[in-house]
């Protein structure tokens, strides 16, 4: 995954325009043995294609698909240009990311430069840097907003007792991103804080990625430690993200107010209560992405485009959430959501605009945001499967069938009970030699290997009929 390294920072760096610093950024990631000199012709042909303007004084170049051959190893670089590179239309850089990638790995890296972009202006800030480590600050230091939507409510779920409301509330933080696995391990159940009012409270640090709370009540009365359990929060804590929302609980709860979040019956009045984000009831329009790489920067940027265009608040989420979306304005926003291709994104526009708008982002996604897409496969019909999961599969199916009385003792992911066929993965038993016969056998051995693989994958490439697997394989 690319990471960003303060040995990577070239600081204090000049350049008279766009074109030179390109030039200037291929250079360092030729002299440090990322990519050849012609991935400097995909730099320029990503910019003719549209700008890499991120917002904020930063800037991303990187190559087209067509010249990830030419990607040594994937990396990236980063240029300090505290006076500033024109970029086109008045935008002044100050930080150029230069990526290498062979995949679509720079992604990530997007989504984590969106946390930098969500507050506050780095413009300023990143020209009077002094040093790289000031650069990953800024980058990596700006607060997160906590998450709180319709996507953390969960009312009236199945669970007998405090411990299974409690993973209930987990799931909904690991749903949402907010977490990973490690976090349940966390959470100290025994020293829940009970609220008043039959309302309880749960946190843990451990293994966030992203602030966020959760809110859960039980579909019938229960008692924990003797006392009411009508409702309980579970909070994934990272830094004071948190601190607005729970100086509102409070005083909900100094008011004796209590009862209208424990008996809540949507999760509206729960938002509306604690401050979250409502989804605004405003006309919508469903439409599936079709771009093989999901909603990265250069079809990203040309939505953004699309959507500026009207003058009121257009948001977007991905359908079926019930979070209230994020600004269709914002490319550090759009970015972040990380849609994949065959997800399909839900526009909500203000009443005003929205017989207007609407069309146009719809029609806009369909055309492919200023790329070549191929359709998505047609009535939900599931897309073609790798040739490799098949032959896996099929490999799975020759497991001999459990003996009468046999019992086989799996690891319990979630309470509850189960009842369907057990596919049983048996690991596949490898001997080989500590020591090989010598150098030259050993080495013939290797090149047979060699050449059985990349057959392999000849096979794989000629029997896919999807253009987005191929590439892969090809890669």
């Given amino acids: 995954m690319l990471e960003l390294n303060a040995q990577h920072i070239h600081m204090h760096q000049v350049a008279a325009d766009k074109p030179a610093a390109l030039a200037l950024l291929g250079e360092v990631l030729v002299a440090d043995g990322l990519v050849a000199p012609g991935y400097l012709d995909g730099l320029r042909a990503r910019e003719a294609q549209g700008s890499t303007f991120l917002g904020q004084g930063i800037a991303i170049p990187h190559g087209t698909p067509e010249t990830r051959d030419q990607v040594f190893t994937t990396g990236v670089r980063l ?67 906590l998450a709180l939507d319709g996507e953390l409510v969960g009312l009236g779920v199945a669970a007998e007792d405090f411990d299974e409301l409690a993973w209930q509330g987990v799931k909904l933080l690991k749903r949402a991103e907010c977490v990973v696995s490690g976090f349940n391990a966390g959470l100290a159940l025994d020293q829940a804080l ?3 009012e039959g309302l309880w409270w749960l946190s843990s640090e451990q293994s966030v990625q992203r ?40 005083n909900l709860l100094i008011e004796g107010r209590g009862a209208e979040l424990s008996q809540a019956t949507s999760s509206r009045t729960v938002l509306e209560a604690l401050g979250g984000d409502v989804p605004a009831d405003w006309p919508s329009a469903r439409v599936p992405l079709a771009n093989a790489h999901g909603l990265h920067a250069r079809p990203a940027k040309v939505l953004t485009e699309v959507a500026q265009a009207f003058a009121g608040e257009i948001r977007v989420r991905l359908a079926g ?15 972040a959501m ?73 690891i319990a992911a979630s309470p509850g009970i189960a009842i369907g066929p057990v596919l049983v993965r048996k690991p596949q038993a490898i ?45």
């Fill in 79 to 145: 240029l300090h240009f505290p006076q500033g590179v024109d970029w086109g239309n008045g935008q002044q850089v100050h930080l150029a990311i230069g990526i290498a990638a062979r995949s679509d790995e720079h992604l990530r890296l997007l989504q984590l430069l969106t946390r930098a972009l969500g507050e506050g202006d780095l413009s300023e800030a990143l020209q009077n840097a002094d040093s790289p480590e000031a650069i990953i600050a800024l980058l990596q230091g700006a607060p997160q907003e």
């Fill in 194 to 196: 009970p609220l008043g």
């Fill in 211 to 250: 602030p966020g709370l959760a809110f859960v009540t039980p579909a019938a009365s229960l008692d924990h430690h003797g006392q009411p359990l009508n409702g309980l929060f579970v909070l994934a804590s990272l830094g004071e993200a948190h601190r607005a929302m729970l100086e509102r609980l409070c």
């Fill in 321 to 335: 959430s019930q979070s209230a979306g994020v600004s269709a304005k914002s490319l550090s926003k759009l970015l």
């Fill in 338 to 410: 990380g849609s994949h291709r065959g997800q399909v994104l839900e526009f909500i526009a203000e009443p005003s605009i929205a017989d207007d708008a609407l069309p146009a982002l719809v029609r806009a996604v369909e055309e492919g945001l200023g790329e070549e897409i191929e359709p998505l496969p047609a009535g939900g019909e599931p897309a073609e499967q790798p040739a490799a999961t098949v032959q896996l599969n099929e490999a799975a199916q020759d497991v001999p069938a459990l003996r009468a009385g046999e019992q086989v003792i799996g």
């Fill in 431 to 475: 001997d080989y030699p500590r020591r090989g016969e010598s150098p030259a056998i050993e080495l013939q051995r290797l090149d047979a290997a060699l050449d059985k693989v990349f057959a392999e994958i000849g096979t794989l490439i000629a029997q896919s009929q999807v253009v987005s697997i191929r590439d892969i394989f090809t890669t």
